[in-house]
């Protein structure tokens, strides 16, 4: 079991940047695929980024890909989210998760077994 702490987060102006980082409890973080995904109020969860256990393999959804990166650091049992020219319809909650399947399809929300609390962002205009 892990558990997921988000103590990112915060308030940035439009197209300015921003990194998220979350720190994992436990002994398998390193085996895990790892994911961010973002909800805004009122909306479903959507997925934002992946990166598989040994960080050589990343993934981004459509609306981010060349703006945002995904790391990690199975020494830290830490991941980030590198944030770029951000817009102000990217204000969302921001949530980091853990994917357990050997085989993942990284977008697929259902596959991620443990959660953070989330972290909020806001982007000003």
């Known amino acids: 079991q892990a558990q997921l702490v988000e103590p990112g987060g915060g308030l940035v102006q439009a197209g300015g940047s921003l990194r998220l980082s979350c720190v994992a409890s436990?002994?398998?973080?390193?085996?895990?695929?790892m994911g961010w995904f973002r909800q805004a109020p009122g909306k479903e969860r959507v997925f934002v980024a992946a990166?598989?256990?040994?960080?050589?393999?990343?993934y981004y959804a459509d609306s981010v890909k060349g703006r945002f990166a995904i790391s990690r650091d199975n020494a830290k049992n830490t991941v980030y989210l590198q944030m770029n020219s951000l817009n102000p319809e990217e204000t969302d909650v921001y949530y980091c998760?853990?994917?357990?399947?050997?085989?993942?399809?990284?977008?697929?929300?259902?596959?991620?077994?443990?959660w953070g609390q989330g972290t909020p962002v806001t982007v000003s205009s």
């Open positions: 990166i598989n256990w040994s960080g050589a393999g990343t």
């Open positions: 998760a853990a994917n357990a399947r050997a085989t993942p399809v990284y977008p697929r929300i259902s596959e991620y077994r443990y």
């Open positions: 436990g002994r398998t973080f390193s085996s895990y695929t």
